[in-house]
């Protein structure tokens, strides 16, 4: 068997393992076993436990980053439609490889600053490639911190809502998308348009 193939079988394997166990659980001996190879072959190929996690947390970090890139790939939608698109795309791969979204997720961002440095840059593409969108999707010129921190905001709600549609059964990546298009668009149309809030036009509270 070609090594690009047993290697990738071994990835699988650890990173259901690491997923489902997390990662102080999970051994190399389970590893091994999930992908019907000895162990000192995982050592031989992927090296530590470390490394072969680390690398589990590149490799699942590219495959979303692509997944929500090409998610947005339709010339001349509408701003929002390139948003929902994108969305979708991360709620849909999130839901098909849940065990990885764990790694992500959970599991990178609590085992040491290493790993959790791996997912903040996976992060930082991300709010990266969102600010591009909205930047694209204003209608007037908004400062860069506004549309930067909307950015923010928004990688922060997907994150925490694909926990949620991960653990609640029948929520679909379409309906993941439409409860934070339904949250946010509406608020965040206004803002592209130019429209700010402030203190003299918030409602006032009835006692």
């Known amino acids: 068997m ?5 290697e990738r079988q071994m990835m699988d394997a650890a990173v259901a393992t690491f997923g ?4 102080r659980a999970a051994s190399m001996d389970e590893i091994a076993e999930l992908a019907g190879v000895s162990k000192p072959l995982v050592y031989l190929y992927l090296n530590s436990k470390e490394e072969l996690f680390t690398a589990c947390i590149r ?4 495959a979303l980053l692509a997944a ?3 998610g947005v790939v339709e010339p001349g939608l509408a701003p ?5 698109s994108g969305l979708t795309a991360f709620f849909a791969h999130t839901a098909e490889h849940p065990d990885a979204w764990s790694v992500l997720h959970r599991q990178a961002r609590t085992h040491g600053e290493r790993f959790a440095a791996e997912v903040a840059g996976m992060r930082e593409e991300l709010i990266s490639f969102v600010t ?3 930047r694209e999707a204003a209608y007037t010129t908004p400062a860069d911190r506004d549309v930067v921190g909307v950015a923010q905001a928004l990688v922060g709600a997907a994150e925490a ?3 949620w549609a991960n653990e609640t059964p029948d929520v679909t990546a379409k309906e993941a998308a439409a409860t934070l298009m339904n949250f946010a668009w509406t608020g965040l149309g206004g803002l592209l348009d130019g429209e700010r809030w402030s203190v003299g036009n918030a409602p006032v509270a009835r006692r």
């Open 2 to 6: 070609p090594r690009e193939v047993r």
């Open 20 to 23: 489902q166990r997390g990662y």
């Open 59 to 62: 490799r699942e970090a590219d």
């Open 68 to 70: 929500v890139r090409a």
């Open 80 to 84: 929002d439609q390139q948003l929902w």
């Open 132 to 134: 591009g969108l909205l």
């Open 161 to 163: 809502l694909a926990g």
